[in-house]
């Protein structure tokens, strides 16, 4: 048996052979960049690997004047530009190019409403496609509630109990509300028109394969599990580190920040795989109910622990790779004076059984000095009987890079060859793109198909997410009202504020160098 087939991953195990079933895909917004970098590429590339359903037609639901044939030339530009595989498929595309259609409206028209139904109608006659509905709300959060309740009101989400045979999903993309009381007051609008299976939160992380992979590493391995507690594990630390500043999203930036944007959602669900309890099953629920529970331990802080344990940063003017690049609040549409954080540093702790004592150190930021995302867990110092006087300082650390070079290494002590007992560190690396001879698929594929399948496994569920915006809560709320002298307390392409050297070592631990 080769290697290859030895691997069994039972997240993908669901779909594996698994077509969906027949469905539209309304994508709203579908001008913006997320449609042209992401969801067509992910559409196309899920056409090239067959598994698309076999009915099947994508509406782009927009406010600017096109034709079809124009959306079709656009998406077929993008599709060329962003996706993964190269070049482009003629006979592909030539059969997902005629299941294109774009319907122009504003998002609060009721005529726009009107020809949509038309055209689904008509599609469903042309393509077969059921009635089945899948609604992609690629807009502005601020846009959710109408673009929903429009819907309802032109007949255009059914009640799956009333009409078993069909289907309509919305999928909606974080954020999920800007704190606390507007996700609570999104979640209840969300709650007049839709059930709760109806509902794909998505958090793009859950589509990564190495996220995936963290559950099949914990639980599919026996080595794992004895060891993952805090007997034998001193401390985690999470990086979400980017070289990119904020591009061309400063008026999104500006009413976000790196908390919201990055700490409320990718890096709580980073938390959440890491230190869940094992689920009783692989459906969604299970794990869902285990993550929510991690959030849910998660200690509370207080405005002094806040001032501790929490560190904010924007960036000044700096270098990445050798050439000069503004600082944030030279960026454009960007306020000269803003307060807006680009950088966060946290330490949490989980009061659980299983991880009381083990602090949980996250750090993420723009432009920092290179890409990289990685869970490290690094183990207790040894007993000093035997090698203190010989080892360089170095704990056993497992390290789990979710991008790029994705893989998995763990770096142990070793003796150096000859004859004294000098000790080195060494270590053994898995990399998926050398094993498996292939990248992953991006995370919208799977996200797309999953939710065409009616899998909710790798979304968000609402609990989880007011779970994880009540752990932040505080802490916006702190940093609302104090606002820091320092900034911008970084330069582009240094590894973020002293401030988080600072945190990190008063617990006498360092950030890894990656
Ligand atoms: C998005 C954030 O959710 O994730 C961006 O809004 C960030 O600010 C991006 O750059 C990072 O995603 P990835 O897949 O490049 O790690």
């Given amino acids: 048996m080769t290697d290859q087939v030895a691997f069994f991953n039972p997240l993908e195990d669901k779909t594996i052979g698994k077509l969906p079933d027949p469905c539209v895909l309304v994508i709203f917004g579908v001008t913006g960049d997320l449609a042209a970098k992401r969801l067509l590429p992910a559409l196309y590339n899920l056409a090239r690997e067959g598994q698309l359903p076999s009915h099947f037609a994508c509406v782009g639901f927009a406010r600017r004047e096109k034709t079809n044939e124009q959306f079709r030339k656009e998406m077929l530009d993008d599709v060329s530009t962003y996706s993964r595989t190269q070049p482009i498929k003629e006979e592909v595309w030539s059969v997902f190019n005629e299941q294109l259609f774009y319907n122009r409206s504003e998002f609060d028209n009721d005529e726009g409403y009107k020809a949509l139904k038309e055209l689904l109608k008509n599609l469903d006659l042309e393509f077969g496609t059921k009635g089945n509905r899948i609604y992609y709300l690629s807009t502005p959060p601020s846009q959710f509630p109408l673009i929903i309740k429009k819907l309802h009101q032109h007949n255009l989400i059914y009640d799956e109990h009333t009409y078993p045979n069909k289907f309509s999903r919305i999928v909606i993309e974080k954020p999920f509300g800007h704190d606390l009381s507007s996700a609570l007051a ?131 003017p700096g270098f990445i790779k050798g050439e000069p690049v503004r600082g944030y609040t030279q960026e454009d549409n960007v306020s000269s004076t803003s307060y807006i954080d680009t ?160 945190m990190i070592q008063q617990e006498g631990r360092f950030w890894r160098q990656i």
């Fill in 186 to 316: 999104l979640e209840s609008t969300l709650e007049l028109y839709l059930h709760e299976d109806q509902m794909y939160r998505i958090d793009h992380y859950l589509g990564k394969e190495t996220v995936q992979n963290l559950l099949v590493f914990r639980f599919a391995n026996a080595i794992c599990e004895p060891l993952w507690n805090n007997k034998y594990i001193d401390h985690v630390q999470i990086t979400v580190s980017e070289e990119d500043g904020i591009g061309t999203r400063g008026k999104l930036y500006e009413e976000a920040g790196t908390l919201r944007d990055i700490v409320q959602n990718h890096m709580m669900q980073l938390v959440s795989l890491i230190a869940m309890e094992p689920p009783v099953s692989l459906n969604a629920n299970s794990i869902r109910d285990e993550k929510v529970k991690i959030l849910n331990s998660i200690r509370p802080m207080t405005e002094d622990q806040i001032k501790r344990y929490a560190v904010r940063g924007q960036y000044g």
């Fill in 343 to 502: 950088y966060v540093g946290l330490e949490l702790f989980i009061d659980t059984w299983r991880w009381t004592g083990v602090p949980f150190f996250l750090r993420t930021g723009k432009r920092l000095p290179k890409r990289a995302t990685e869970i490290a867990i690094l183990f207790k110092e040894l007993p000093e009987i035997l090698f203190s006087s010989i080892i360089p300082h170095q704990n056993n650390t497992l390290v789990i890079r979710i991008q790029p070079d994705e893989g998995i290494s763990l770096k142990f002590n070793s003796k150096i060859p000859g004859s004294s007992t000098l000790v080195h560190p060494v270590k053994m690396d898995f990399r998926y793109s050398t094993h498996f001879g292939t990248t992953p698929p991006e995370a919208y594929e799977r996200l797309l198909c999953d939710c065409m399948l009616g899998d909710q496994t790798l979304f968000a569920r609402k609990d989880e997410v007011l779970a994880s915006w009540k752990i932040i809560q505080p802490i916006l709320e702190c940093w609302q009202t104090t606002h820091p002298s320092t900034f911008p307390n970084y330069a582009a392409g240094t590894w973020g504020p002293a401030a988080a050297d600072h």
